[in-house]
Nanobody, 122 residues
């Protein structure tokens, strides 16, 4: 059973930055990703990274949010710049030990962290 623990959330003003971290209990292969869920909305994919370094981003994330990973530390990161109030939500780390499926589709992932809250005020 893989365990994922997120950290780094918080409250910032619009235009600010945050860096989220996700530490896995073991090394990983396949896809790792960040999702987010705003109140009253469905969970949506933010960015995903394959174990060879390939990435996929949702349109709203391109140019502002950057996903990265450190395999030696079993960790995934999300650097968030130029934050907007609409970025507010709970951010989740997810993992699927698979090379199939859509990287930004929540239903494809097997393991989830508990989430970390991001609040951006205007």
């Amino acid at each position: 059973q893989v365990q994922l623990v997120e950290s780094g959330g918080g409250s910032v003003q619009a235009g600010g930055t945050l860096r989220l971290s996700c530490e896995a209990s073991q090394n990983f292969y396949g896809w790792m990703a960040w999702f987010r869920q705003a109140p009253g909305k469905e969970r949506e994919g933010v960015a995903a990274m394959f174990d060879n370094g390939d990435t996929q981003y949702s349109d709203f994330a391109k140019g502002r949010l950057t996903i990265s990973r450190d395999n030696a530390k079993h960790s995934l990161y999300l650097q968030m710049n130029s934050l907007k109030p609409e970025d507010t939500g709970v951010y989740y780390c997810a993992y699927k030990p698979s090379y199939s499926g859509r990287p930004l589709e929540a239903a494809a992932y097997n393991y989830w962290g508990q989430g970390t809250q991001v609040t951006v005020s205007s």
